[in-house]
């Protein structure tokens, strides 16, 4: 039988880890954070018996595994609606810089024909116009309000990829659960474990001198004839 203090616990993981090998933590993942999800099932549940933590150890894979698809799932439609931002901002800075291209172009022509500049300078003041594109135009096209529209536009652009990762936090909960079952089935198929002598129950002997005798006193010895 498991007592379950720190001591145990710790002795638990070090066997579990030891015959299953580590836990699903991913590099940029934080250790204490499995580790704390698996105490909390271990104080909450109290398993009794070494077997029942290996379905422990599956519920808090399941669990672990479970909340990184939600993280994933927000990240994904993040990550695309800044995409969407980055490519509408800079497509406006270029729209708003071939606007300002072809007014260089014609300054640069009315320019040339009025003899204020030879064509070689004339075209450099037109290649100048096109490599002339900043960051800072870019950034206050980001900067303008969005709305739920530029949301609902960037999760149809991912929606494929956040059903997939929603079917395999499904797929976790369903093993979190199957966990969860298998784990009851054998803390209640092996039943508590003794740890100590069967207790003594105390009897009051006044009921036991007034219970009335199994031979009476006047009966004869067994085998002789009345």
Request: aromatic share 8%; with cysteine.
């Amino acid at each position: 039988m498991i007592q379950n203090n720190e001591r145990n616990f710790e002795a638990m993981i070090a066997e579990m880890e030891k015959t299953l090998g580590p836990p699903p933590i991913l590099s940029w993942e934080d250790e204490a954070e499995y580790y704390r999800l698996m105490r909390l099932f271990w104080d909450e549940l109290k398993p009794k018996h070494r077997l029942s933590m290996l379905f422990l150890r599956d519920a808090t894979n399941a669990t672990w595994n479970d909340t990184r698809w939600a993280r994933h799932r927000a990240y994904t439609i993040e990550r695309s609606f800044e995409r969407l931002r980055s490519r509408a901002a800079r497509v406006e800075a270029i729209s708003k810089k071939q606007e300002g291209r072809r007014e260089v172009a014609k300054e640069a022509q009315q320019a040339l024909q009025a003899g204020e500049v030879n064509a070689d300078e004339a075209r450099g003041l037109q290649l100048e116009a096109v490599f002339e594109e900043t960051v800072e135009e870019v950034d206050e096209c980001l900067a303008r309000e969005t709305d739920d529209r530029d949301g609902a536009r960037a999760l149809q652009l991912c929606a494929g990829h956040v059903g997939w990762l929603a079917q395999q936090q499904a797929a976790e909960r369903q093993a979190r659960n199957v966990a969860f079952q298998l784990y009851e089935y054998f803390e209640e198929r092996l039943g508590p474990t003794p740890t100590t002598e069967p207790p003594i129950i105390d009897g009051k002997a006044e009921h036991v001198e007034d219970a009335p005798p199994l031979v009476p006193a006047d009966a004869p010895p067994e085998g002789e004839a009345q």
